[in-house]
């Protein structure tokens, strides 16, 4: 089982950045592909971007390709979502998730889900 908080949301203007981090409790973190979804009011959850388990395969949606780079720190147990050129469509709360097997891009692919973290683009 494992455990997932994010942090690093808040307010930007248009064009601005910001680095989102996902901090996973337990001692297995290696086991498990790691992806971030967001959710804007209204609208149902959507993927974003994801990262396997070895950090060499990496993907991410068409809407923020070239903006967005997910990484993550195995010894840290923490996956990050370095967001720029930041655009007002990019408001939602964004989720941290997990699972030891899949690695989709539906919300049923993963197990474990984060609380969420608010980033709001002004323009």
């Known amino acids: 089982q494992v455990q997932l908080v994010e942090s690093g949301g808040g307010s930007v203007q248009a064009g601005g950045s910001l680095r989102l981090s996902c901090a996973a409790s337990?001692?297995?973190?290696?086991?498990?592909?790691m992806a971030w979804f967001r959710q804007a009011p209204g609208k149902e959850r959507e993927f974003v971007s994801r990262i396997m388990r070895s950090s060499e395969w990496k993907y991410y949606a068409d809407s923020v390709k070239g903006r967005f780079t997910i990484s993550r720190d195995n010894a840290k147990n923490t996956v990050y979502l370095q967001m720029n050129s930041l655009k007002p469509e990019d408001t939602a709360i964004y989720y941290c998730?997990?699972?030891?097997?899949?690695?989709?891009?539906?919300?049923?692919?993963?197990?474990?889900w984060g609380q969420g973290t608010q980033v709001t683009v002004s323009s």
């Open positions: 337990g001692r297995t973190f290696t086991s498990y592909h």
């Open positions: 998730a997990a699972d030891q097997y899949r690695a989709g891009i539906s919300v049923t692919s993963y197990e474990y």
